[in-house]
């Protein structure tokens, strides 16, 4: 599958009696090879995971518990995400810039990365994510 743009994807989620089981494997809804997989938790709910935005690494966000608001920015405009359940992930492309906002209390996330840790792939001034942004801006 080929997301070129922030998408809402439906994990596949087998429920039963017992409780629900979501599944994200190198096949199917993951466009890109898992490398890296980390989460965020105890999260003060005023908090602000401040924005920056990836030169080549695609993310795929899932809110674990609780919820979350998660603000994008690409070249086609800003656009806001409310993610609430454990089996919606927000698909986050390369040069998509990103924060994530409005924790509810013992809220949660797991990020799923295409690549290991590598600051060189961070774009962390807004400035800069302008600049290589705008030859594709509407
Ligand atoms: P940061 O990228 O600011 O977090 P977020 O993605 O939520 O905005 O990362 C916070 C710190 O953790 C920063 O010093 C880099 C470090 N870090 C690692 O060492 N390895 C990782 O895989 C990640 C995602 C961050």
């Given at each position: 599958m080929d997301y070129k743009r922030t998408t ?23 466009p890109f ?25 695609y ?13 994008t920015?690409d070249s086609q ?14 698909i986050i492309p390369p040069l998509t ?39 594709y801006?509407?």
């Amino acid at each position: 599958m080929d997301y070129k743009r922030t998408t809402l994807i439906d994990i596949p989620t087998i429920r039963d009696p017992r409780g629900n089981l979501s599944v994200l494997e190198n096949s199917g809804v993951v466009p890109f090879t898992i490398a890296r997989v980390y989460w965020i938790y105890d999260l003060p709910s005023d908090t602000e995971r401040h924005g920056h935005a990836f030169y080549s690494q695609y993310e795929i966000i899932v809110p674990l518990s609780g919820s979350f608001d998660i603000e994008t920015e690409d070249s086609q405009g800003i656009k806001t995400f409310h993610l609430d359940r454990p089996n919606k992930a927000l698909i986050i492309p390369p040069l998509t810039w990103r924060s994530i906002k409005n924790f509810s209390t013992l809220s949660s996330a797991l990020i799923i990365s295409s690549q290991l840790y590598d600051e060189n792939d961070y774009i962390r001034s807004y400035s800069l994510f302008h600049e290589l942004t705008s030859p594709y801006r509407k």
